[in-house]
C-alpha cells in the first residue's frame, strides 16, 4: 500500500513536473528601432535553456512581438496576444506612454511585468509617470532604476559652487523632469537658464548671430562658460564644436554632460572637441568594471560566457537598457528556480484579454512576489526591489578634464555617485591659482618701440625679444613660473575687425586660437574685448602729437614786427607833412611880423629872432620845421612853436597823434616779443585742426584710426574737432595722410613737415631717443584706457595674470621698468619745450639787432655826412677869396639895458660902404 501510494506520488510529480515545461513561457514586447533588445533577450533565454544547473531539465520558451516606436495601443494589443498565448511574465523594453498603458493591462490580468525604460535616441531619461494600480496592487517592477538624474545634477551644481548656468536639453528630452531640479535650485537662490536644441545644431548657432545683437551675444557667451548638457552624446560633440568653432566657448568654459549612456570612445570624442574643461556623469556598473571579468556562475543563474569575456567585446557595445533587459530574464529565471524549488509552481491557462469574463491569473501575486524577493548579481550589478516595486541600486561615476598644458586631453574619474552614499570624491576645478608650474604659453607679439625690439642675438640661437611689455612678461614668468613660446604676428597688425566680420592681426591669432597670449603695445577698447579678454592694464594710454620742432627764424628787424608795413609807411610820411604845415604856418606869421616892422626901419638886416610869443627860433627854416616834429614823435622834445592858435592846433594833434602810436607800439611789442618765446603753436587737436600748413595722419586700420573714426562721425559729437581730424585722416581711405606702420609715420614726422598721431608712450621714447632732437611730443589724454595683454577669450590665466600685475604696480615695480625705458633726462630733454625755462624769459640779443643796426646806420650815415660837407666846404674855400673882417665898432646897449654888441664888417672884395651886420646878443 505504501509502494502504492509512492508510485503515485512520482507519477503525479512527474506529471506536474511535465506540465511545467509546458507553461514556463515568457512574453517580450521591444520596439522595432531596439534591435539589440531583441538579439540580448534570446542571448539570455538561449543560454539560460542550455543550462541545466538552472532550470534543471526544464525548458523556457519565448515570444517576441515588436511595436511602432512607444504606441501605447499597438502595446497593448500585442500583450493581450501573448496572454492568450499562456505568458508566465511579460518583459518588455519601451517608452514612457506604451509602459504606462502596458501597467495597466498586466494590473488588470495579474501578469507579473518587469519594464526596462528606454530612452528616445540616445537622450537623456525622464521619469516615467505609471498609473495607480486599483487596490494597490501592482504588478509592474521597474528593473531599470528610477531616473536620479536630477539627484546627480544638483550635487554637482552644489559641490562646483554654481550661482548661475544654462541647461541645454534637446527635443526628445522631456522638460517636465527639470521640475523637481528647478525647484531645489530656485529655493538655493540658483539662476538657471534653459534653451532647447534642436536637431539642426548648426542652424541653433546660425540664429544665434542673426537675431542677437553684439551686446546680447557678450552676454550669452558669459551665461555658456556654464553649462549642462542634457543631450545625446552626438548631439552634444556636435553642439560644442559649433560653440567652439562660432568662438562662443573659452578656455574657462565648463561644460557638464549628465546622460547614463555614453561610451569611452563618444567621451574622449567629446573632451577633446571641447574647449575648456569637461565634466561627464554617466551610470556605472561596478560588478563587471571594477571586478575581473569572468563568468559568474551561481546556483540559479549565471552569466553568458559572450558577455564576460573582454576579448570578444560584446559587452561594450551594448546599451545600459540592454543590459537591464538581460538581467530581467536573470530575475525570472531566479523566479522560475525558486518556484520549482518549492514546489508552489502554478501553471497559467491562456487569458482572453477581451471578454469581460476572463479572470486573471491565480497565480500572479504569488510569481510576483518571488521575482520581488528574490536577488541576483548581473550585468548590471545587484538587482533587487523594494516595496516601491523598482529597483534602487544605482550608481554614477563623474569623470572629467581639468585645465592644464594639454586642455582637455587627460580624461579621469574624479568622484563617484550613489542613492544611498552620495558623492565621494572631489569636483573642485583644477584651476590656476597660485602657479603656472610645468605650463607653456603661446606668445604672439608685434614690434613695437620701446614695448617690444628685437635684442642682440647670439648666431643659431632663437631670435630674442626685449622692450618694456617683455619685462613685463618676464616678472609674471618669474612669478608664476610658466614659460612661453614667442612669435611674430604675420601681418605686422594689432588687430582690427574686417568686413567680413574675421579679425586680423594679434587679435585674430587669439581668436583662431592659435596663440594664448598677446604682448606688446595692445591698447584695452570695446571693440576688442567683444572677441578676447584682457589682463588688467599695466600702463597708461593716451595719444600724442609728434611733430618737428620749429625752427627759431631770426629777424634782426622784429622789433618793427608791431606795426605792419603800411602803418610803417604812413607814419613816415605823416612827420613831413606835419612839418611843413608848421613851415607854412610860422613862416606866415613871420611874414606879417616883418610887414608890421618894415615901416620904422630901413635896414635890409634880417632879423633872425623875434620877440617872444612870435617867431620861433629855429624853426623859420623847412628842415628846421620838420626836425621839430621828429623830435616830438621820439617824444625827445623841441624848441618851442608856441605861436599862432593855428600852431598849437596842430602840435597838440601830433602830440596826441605821437601818444597814441606809441604806447600802441610798446603794448604790440611785448606781446608779440612773449608770443615769439612761447611753444609752437600746435599744442591739442583742436590746434591741429584748425590749421592747414601741417599735413597729419595716423596709422590705418588700428585702435587710433578706429577711435578718430568713430569720434568724426559720431552725430552725437559736439565738437567739431574731431570730424575734421577725420575727413583729414581718412583722406582717400587714409592713403592721402595716415601710413602703414607706427615706424614710417616716426620717420615721416622726423623728416618732413608732419605731425604723426600715435600712442603717447612710443611717441615720447621715439623723441627720447632721436639723434638729433629734432621733434616733440603735445597732445592730450585721449581717454581712461591702458595697455593690457590680451589673451583668449575666458583663458584661465587671465584672473591670475591680474592680480600679479597689480601686486607689481603696488610694489613699485612697473615704475621701475617704466624708468628704464621712459628716463626723465634722456637724450633728448622733453621737459625744456613743456615749460618754459628760467633764462627763456629774458630777451635774447637778435631782438634787439635791428636796433643796433639803425643806430650803427644813423652813426655812419652822420660820418658819410659830415665827410661830404667837409670835402663841400674845404672845395668851396678854394673858389672863392677869403675875407677881411675889419671891426669898426663895439657897443653896449640893449632895450632892456642890458649889454649888447655890434659889429661893422668891410667886404673887401667892393670899395662901396660896408655892409653893417648886427649881430645882438643877450647876456643874461
Not at 523598482?390 to 568622484?415: M, P, T, W, Y
Request: glycine share 6%.
Amino acid at each position: 500500500m505504501e509502494l502504492l501510494v509512492l508510485s503515485l506520488s512520482l507519477w503525479i510529480l512527474q506529471s506536474n513536473t511535465v506540465d511545467a515545461d509546458s507553461i514556463i513561457h515568457i512574453g517580450a514586447i521591444f520596439e522595432e528601432n531596439a534591435l539589440r533588445d531583441e538579439e540580448v533577450f534570446q542571448l539570455a533565454i538561449s543560454d539560460l535553456s542550455l543550462s541545466d544547473d538552472v532550470l534543471q531539465s526544464e525548458k523556457i520558451t519565448h515570444s517576441i512581438k515588436l511595436i511602432e516606436p512607444n504606441n501605447p495601443f499597438q502595446a497593448v494589443q500585442e500583450a493581450c496576444e501573448l496572454m492568450n498565448q499562456g505568458i508566465l511574465a511579460l518583459v518588455t523594453s519601451t517608452g514612457c506612454a506604451a509602459a504606462s498603458a502596458l501597467q495597466s493591462l498586466t494590473d488588470a490580468m495579474h501578469i507579473p511585468h518587469l519594464y526596462v525604460q528606454r530612452n528616445g535616441e540616445g537622450s537623456p531619461r525622464t521619469g516615467c509617470h505609471l498609473n495607480p494600480s486599483p487596490g494597490g496592487q501592482r504588478y509592474t517592477l521597474a528593473a531599470r532604476p528610477p531616473v536620479r538624474l536630477n539627484d546627480v545634477m544638483l550635487t554637482l551644481v552644489e559641490e562646483l559652487r554654481w550661482q548661475k548656468f544654462i541647461i541645454f536639453y534637446d527635443t526628445e528630452y522631456d522638460i517636465r523632469g527639470l521640475q523637481v531640479f528647478l525647484d531645489q535650485t530656485s529655493r538655493q537662490g540658483v539662476d538657471v537658464a534653459l534653451q532647447r536644441v534642436d536637431r539642426n545644431i548648426s542652424q541653433v548657432f546660425t540664429n544665434l548671430f542673426t537675431t542677437m545683437r553684439t551686446e546680447e551675444l557678450n552676454k550669452y557667451r558669459d551665461t555658456l562658460r556654464r553649462a549642462i548638457l542634457l543631450l545625446s552624446p552626438q548631439g552634444a560633440h556636435t553642439f560644442i564644436q559649433q560653440a567652439v568653432e562660432t568662438n562662443l566657448a573659452s578656455k574657462d568654459s565648463h561644460w557638464v554632460f549628465v546622460n547614463e549612456e555614453i561610451s569611452d570612445t563618444e567621451i574622449l570624442e567629446l573632451t577633446h572637441s571641447a574647449l575648456g574643461r569637461m565634466t561627464v556623469a554617466r551610470q556605472i556598473f561596478p560588478v563587471v568594471k571594477d571586478s575581473p571579468l569572468h563568468c559568474i556562475r551561481h546556483n540559479n543563474h549565471r552569466i553568458s560566457s559572450l558577455l564576460c569575456d573582454p576579448q570578444e567585446e560584446y559587452l561594450q557595445n551594448l546599451e545600459v537598457s540592454n543590459l537591464y533587459l538581460y538581467d530581467s530574464v536573470l530575475m525570472l529565471a531566479n523566479a522560475f528556480y525558486r518556484k520549482l524549488e518549492d514546489r508552489k509552481w502554478h501553471s497559467m491557462a491562456s487569458l482572453n484579454c477581451i471578454r469581460k469574463s476572463t479572470k486573471p491569473w491565480n497565480g500572479g501575486w504569488s510569481m510576483l512576489e518571488t521575482i520581488q524577493k528574490g536577488n541576483i548579481t548581473g550585468l548590471t550589478g545587484l538587482m533587487d526591489f523594494k516595496d516601491s516595486g523598482s529597483n534602487s541600486h544605482v550608481q554614477f561615476e563623474i569623470l572629467g578634464s581639468s585645465f592644464s598644458e594639454s586642455f582637455g586631453k587627460d580624461v579621469k574619474r574624479l568622484a563617484t555617485w550613489d542613492s544611498v552614499h552620495g558623492l565621494n570624491g572631489s569636483l573642485k576645478e583644477s584651476r590656476i591659482e597660485n602657479g603656472m608650474q610645468g605650463v607653456t604659453v603661446k606668445v604672439v607679439t608685434l614690434l613695437e618701440d620701446p614695448f617690444v625690439m628685437v635684442a642682440e642675438n647670439i648666431l643659431g640661437q632663437p631670435k630674442r625679444y626685449k622692450g618694456f611689455s617683455m619685462d613685463v612678461l618676464d616678472a609674471l614668468a618669474k612669478i608664476l613660473g610658466f614659460k612661453y613660446e614667442i612669435y611674430q604676428v604675420a601681418d605686422s597688425k594689432y588687430g582690427s575687425q574686417l568686413p567680413n566680420g574675421s579679425w586680423n592681426g594679434m587679435i585674430g591669432e587669439l581668436i583662431n586660437k592659435r596663440a594664448d597670449l598677446a604682448v606688446s603695445a595692445v591698447t584695452i577698447t570695446p571693440e576688442r574685448e567683444n572677441v578676447v579678454d584682457f589682463s588688467k592694464r599695466y600702463l597708461d594710454y593716451s595719444v600724442g602729437i609728434l611733430i618737428r620742432k620749429p625752427e627759431e627764424k631770426i629777424n634782426i628787424f622784429s622789433l618793427f614786427a608791431p606795426f605792419d608795413l603800411a602803418v610803417w609807411a604812413c607814419i613816415a610820411a605823416a612827420i613831413p607833412v606835419v612839418g611843413v604845415l608848421i613851415f607854412l604856418l610860422n613862416r606866415l606869421q613871420t611874414l606879417r611880423s616883418s610887414s608890421s616892422s618894415s615901416a620904422s626901419s630901413t635896414s635890409s638886416a634880417v632879423t633872425q629872432n623875434a620877440p617872444p610869443g612870435q617867431t620861433p627860433v629855429g624853426s623859420g627854416t623847412l628842415h628846421s620845421a620838420i626836425w621839430i616834429v621828429y623830435g616830438a614823435f621820439v617824444q625827445q622834445g623841441g624848441d618851442s612853436v608856441a605861436g599862432s592858435v593855428a600852431l598849437r592846433i596842430v602840435m597838440g594833434s601830433w602830440w596826441l597823434f605821437t601818444l597814441i602810436v606809441c604806447s600802441s607800439y610798446t603794448a604790440n611789442l611785448a606781446a608779440y616779443l612773449t608770443v615769439s618765446r612761447m611753444d609752437h603753436a600746435i599744442r591739442s587737436f583742436q590746434d591741429l585742426s584748425r590749421q592747414i600748413e601741417v599735413d597729419y595722419g595716423t596709422v590705418r586700420d588700428s585702435a587710433v584710426y578706429d577711435y578718430f573714426k568713430n569720434k568724426g562721425t559720431n552725430p552725437l559729437e559736439q565738437d567739431s574737432t574731431y570730424a575734421e581730424l577725420w575727413r583729414t585722416i581718412s583722406g582717400n581711405s587714409g592713403l592721402d595722410f595716415s601710413v602703414s606702420s607706427p615706424s614710417e609715420g616716426i620717420r615721416k614726422a622726423k623728416k618732413t613737415t608732419y605731425a604723426f598721431l600715435w600712442d603717447m608712450a612710443v611717441l615720447e621714447y621715439a623723441a627720447l631717443t632721436d639723434d638729433e632732437c629734432t621733434v616733440t611730443v603735445t597732445g592730450n589724454g585721449m581717454s581712461s584706457k591702458g595697455y593690457g595683454i590680451a589673451m583668449q577669450h575666458g583663458s584661465p590665466y587671465r584672473d591670475l595674470f591680474s592680480q600679479k600685475i597689480l601686486e607689481l604696480q603696488e610694489k613699485g615695480d612697473l615704475d621701475i621698468l617704466k624708468q628704464k625705458w621712459w628716463p626723465r633726462t634722456g637724450r633728448c630733454d622733453l621737459n625744456r619745450h613743456a615749460s618754459a625755462q628760467p633764462d627763456g624769459r629774458s630777451l635774447k640779443l637778435h631782438s634787439f639787432a635791428g636796433v643796433f643796426c639803425i643806430l650803427a646806420a644813423g652813426l655812419l650815415l652822420a660820418c658819410l655826412v659830415a665827410g661830404m660837407e667837409t670835402w663841400w666846404n674845404g672845395s668851396r674855400c678854394h673858389r672863392e677869396q677869403p675875407k677881411e673882417v675889419t671891426e669898426h665898432r663895439v657897443r653896449r646897449t640893449g632895450p632892456r639895458g642890458e649889454d649888447t654888441a655890434t659889429l661893422y664888417f668891410k667886404d673887401p672884395a667892393t670899395d662901396a660902404s660896408p655892409d653893417l651886420v648886427e649881430l645882438q646878443y643877450t647876456q643874461l
